[in-house]
């Protein structure tokens, strides 16, 4: 069955410091994959996404991730954080259900605190 | 960018009461809408799936007589929980999406809590 694996439940770094949140995933085929932030208060909001192409993908608020398919990784990362990236971060896989919808499965989500 | 609404943002109902959550896409139709839950500092559980017009497609172990799902047009989905007891107080999010090769959109959930 597909799963997906962030390692780190919690994460705290200091303001400016940089910052790199794990994802692995487990899929057969090739994936179709996802890192999503969620603040209190505010719906999940996508960060980037990855379906094929360029391995190291560009997204918001100065995120980036790379897809390694030797390693079933997905690991986002950012060069230097700000206090308003405290937040929690979702690593996703979408897999075709019945139907052909492609649902996503979801790690368990890394908090990330950070110290000013 | 596309949004998505709930509502009621959060509410509090008496054991044996149904409570019914809408989810709205305010700028585009949708034509998948999907519902989870999540529970205190865990990730999201995928409940169901439900396209315009058709019956909802229930994840494992989801009851869908509990669970009513109705997604009558391309810009509304609702979700009734009936007869709600305590161990279904939860955060209720829901998603849209266009097609299926494009993402899903979050709406900003609804906190449950059954006395």
């Known amino acids: 069955a597909q799963s997906v694996t962030q390692p780190d439940i919690h994460i705290t770094v200091s303001e400016g410091a940089s910052l790199e949140l794990r994802c692995n995933y487990s899929?057969?085929?090739?994936?179709?994959l996802f890192w999503y932030v969620q603040s209190p208060g505010q719906g999940l909001q996508l960060l980037l996404k990855?379906?094929?192409?360029d391995t190291l993908v560009q997204g918001i608020k100065g995120f980036e991730a790379e897809f390694k398919r030797s390693q079933s990784s997905f690991n986002l990362r950012k060069p230097s954080v700000h206090w308003s990236d405290a937040a929690e971060y979702f690593c996703?896989?979408?897999?075709?259900?019945?139907?052909?919808?492609?649902?996503?499965?979801w790690g368990l989500g890394t908090s990330l605190a950070v110290n000013p | 960018g596309a949004v998505v609404s709930q509502h009621p943002s959060w509410v509090i109902c008496k054991s044996g009461t149904s409570v019914k959550i809408e989810c709205r896409s305010l700028?585009?139709?949708?034509?998948?809408m999907f519902w989870y839950r999540q529970f205190p500092k865990q990730s999201l559980m995928l409940m169901a799936t439900?396209?315009?017009?058709?019956?909802?497609?229930?994840e494992q172990g989801v009851e869908k007589d509990k669970f009513l799902i109705n997604h009558a047009s391309l810009t509304l989905s609702t979700l009734t929980v009936t007869s709600a007891h305590p161990e279904d107080s939860s955060f209720y999010i829901c998603?849209?999406?266009?097609?299926?090769?494009?993402?899903?959109?979050f709406g900003p959930g609804t906190r449950l809590t059954v006395l």
């Open positions: 899929y057969g085929a090739t994936p179709y």
């Open positions: 439900s396209n315009e017009g058709s019956k909802a497609t229930y």
């Open positions: 700028d585009f139709q949708a034509t998948t």
């Open positions: 990855y379906f094929s192409g």
């Open positions: 998603s849209a999406r266009v097609s299926r090769h494009n993402e899903q959109f």
């Open positions: 996703a896989v979408g897999e075709d259900n019945a139907g052909n919808n492609r649902k996503l499965i």
